[in-house]
T-cell receptor, first 110, second 115 residues
Framework: QKEVEQNSGPLSVPEGAIASLNCTYS??????FFWYRQYSGKSPELIMSIYSNGDKEDGRFTAQLNKASQYVSLLIRDSQPSDSATYLCAVEDSNYQLIWGAGTKLIIKP | DAGVIQSPRHEVTEMGQEVTLRCKPISGHNSLFWYRQTMMRGLELLIY????????DSGMPEDRFSAKMPNASFSTLKIQPSEPRDSAVYFC?????????????FGAGSRLTVL
């Protein structure tokens, strides 16, 4: 059974701090990894994708991938109240389909 | 582009009734996905189409569910007869290719309540 695990949270972070979201996956051959953000009552939207080991930065967001440990994370610097949402980790499996985590609810406290 | 368009946005129906959800993918996208999201089970892939052809329907819960894509710009998900456990948000998403490495663009979703 291919799995993607996330801590459901909620993860509460003070405004201006760094929020760290984590995700582990079971399929060793996975090559593509995604973070989607979902506001309450809205649809998921892609915020980051990463394909190689290491860090990938986009503005205040940094995705980190460690294939040996089967671990992918998302860091949000200078967290804002508008970052409060559920963050979904998605991993492409060996059949090129996405396996979704259950999501981590992030709350940024003003 | 207007993005992925879904209708209806909200549907309240009684058990046993037929429900039809509709989706218009982004023009030029050749893959279309139907997902269901609940608090208990999260986001579940029901079925996906590539070039209007159903590729994988293993996520369709049972025979009460059916999906069609008669052309590149329209798809339907039908539930007949509906049951209270079908209550969920149903998302349609499209992408340029069938591979998950292609970015999924989701519609706003159809919230279904079966009484």
């Amino acid at each position: 059974q291919k799995e993607v695990e996330q801590n459901s949270g909620p993860l509460s972070v003070p405004e201006g701090a760094i929020a760290s979201l984590n995700c582990t996956y079971s399929d060793r051959v996975s090559q593509s990894f995604f973070w989607y953000r979902q506001y309450s009552g809205k649809s998921p939207e892609l915020i980051m994708s990463i394909y190689s080991n290491g860090d990938k930065e986009d503005g205040r967001f940094t995705a980190q991938l460690n294939k040996a440990s089967q671990y992918v994370s998302l860091l949000i610097r200078d967290s804002q109240p508008s970052d409060s949402a559920t963050y979904l980790c998605a991993v492409e499996d060996s059949n090129y389909q996405l396996i979704w985590g259950a999501g981590t609810k992030l709350i940024i406290k003003p | 582009d207007a993005g992925v368009i879904q209708s209806p946005r909200h549907e309240v129906t009684e058990m046993g009734q037929e429900v039809t959800l509709r989706c218009k993918p982004i023009s030029g996208h050749n893959s279309l996905f139907w997902y269901r999201q609940t608090m208990m089970r999260g986001l579940e892939l029901l079925i996906y189409f590539n070039n209007n052809v159903p590729i994988d329907d293993s996520g369709m819960p049972e025979d009460r569910f059916s999906a069609k894509m008669p052309n590149a710009s329209f798809s339907t998900l039908k539930i007949q007869p509906s049951e209270p456990r079908d209550s969920a948000v149903y998302f349609c998403a499209s992408s340029l290719g069938a591979s998950g490495a292609n970015v999924l663009t989701f519609g706003a979703g159809s919230r279904l309540t079966v009484l």
